[in-house]
């Protein structure tokens, strides 16, 4: 069964440092988002992206971060200077088309920034 | 703005007892919502959907939730826990329109006594 994978499992940075977090949604998917879940948070949506541009965007999604879908199947996250409240797990999700269709998520990256 | 309320930060049933976990959700829209759950150190699976097809929804392991457009709620049953069942569950609310993004609760830790 097709899965998203992410890459790296965890990443561990320096405030300031730049992080790239890597997801490969599932092939035939159209529709690609990045949540966050702060640790003993809920899940917050942090953007949607289809057609090679930003669908929407939350309030945490600040310009800090950018996200690209630099080929035909990897889809980033970059976070340009990590701060302390940035530390998460981060997930990757994608869909094909339509609100009614399920996203799959990624296993996530967890991202410590110390 | 959509929003969702999970009563109950954790739950603990016996192994074989009711499992009833509470979902309240807020839209100006008729949503879709969902059910996920996250084992530990894994992504997000989910269990079932509500598109606006029937009010009861089966999920996968047995386990149901009913949309009750009256009392806003999307509850989530399954009669007979197994130990198996023990992890993290999370409701979302999605709109119609616009990239579809999910709105999730604070989740609810579901624990399963032997």
């Known amino acids: 069964e097709p899965e998203v994978t992410q890459t790296p499992s965890h990443q561990v940075t320096q405030m300031g440092q730049e992080v790239i977090l890597r997801c490969v949604p599932i092939s035939n998917h159209l529709y690609f988002y990045w949540y966050r879940q702060i640790l003993g948070q809920k899940v917050e949506f942090l953007v949607s992206?289809?057609?090679?541009?930003?669908?929407?965007k939350s309030e945490i999604f600040d310009d800090q971060f950018s996200v690209e879908r630099p080929d035909g199947s990897n889809f980033t996250l970059k976070i340009r200077s990590t701060k302390l409240e940035d530390s998460a797990m981060y997930f990757c999700a994608s869909n094909r088309a339509g609100a009614t269709d399920t996203q799959y998520f990624g296993p996530g990256t967890r991202l410590t920034v110390l | 703005a959509q929003s969702v309320t999970q009563l109950g930060s954790h739950v603990s049933v016996s192994e074989g007892a009711l499992v009833l976990l509470r979902c309240n959700y807020s839209s100006s829209v008729p949503p879709y919502l969902f059910w996920y759950v996250q084992y530990p150190n894994q992504g997000l699976q989910l269990l079932l959907k509500?598109?606006?097809?029937?009010?009861l929804v089966k999920g996968i392991n047995g386990f149901e939730a009913e949309f009750k457009k009256s009392e806003t709620s999307f509850h989530l049953t399954k009669p007979s826990a197994h130990m198996s069942d023990a992890a993290e569950y999370f409701c979302a609310v999605s709109d119609r329109q616009g990239a579809q993004k999910l709105v999730f609760g604070q989740g609810t830790r579901l624990t399963i006594n032997p």
């Open positions: 992206f289809y057609n090679n541009e930003i669908s929407e």
């Open positions: 509500y598109t606006s097809a029937a009010t």
